[in-house]
């Protein structure tokens, strides 16, 4: 088993900044695929970016050039770097990791809690 531990949530103005964290622990190695996610109310559970074992980056349109993905040198922590945030950011963000699947919507093999990001017009 994997566990996946998301941080860095809260409140934030629009057009203000905030970095997530998502630990990985447990039976794990650093050749899992890690991916964001995020859902707002009502809504469906929406992909937001990715990052391959081996480096490669993948970006939903609505966060292209404004958020950055990327993950440490043991490749068990990944980072989610959120600047220029809007309002329809809103949502819990959580992390998921796959040995074989990298980016897009679907099922990954395990999942994290989320965290609560809330921004404010």
């Known amino acids: 088993q994997v566990q996946l531990v998301e941080s860095g949530g809260g409140l934030v103005q629009a057009g203000g900044s905030l970095r997530l964290s998502c630990a990985a622990s447990?039976?794990?190695?650093?050749?899992?695929?890690m991916a964001w996610f995020r859902q707002a109310p009502g809504k469906e559970r929406e992909f937001v970016a990715a990052v391959s074992w081996n480096g490669y980056t993948y970006y939903t349109d609505s966060v292209k050039g404004r958020f950055t993905i990327s993950r440490d040198s043991s490749r068990r922590t990944m980072f989610l770097q959120m600047n220029s945030l809007k309002p329809e950011d809103t949502a819990v963000y959580c992390c998921a990791a796959d040995r074989s699947v990298v980016s897009g919507p679907g099922p990954r093999d395990y999942w994290g809690q989320g965290t609560q990001v809330t921004v404010s017009a």
């Open positions: 447990g039976r794990t190695n650093s050749y899992y695929n």
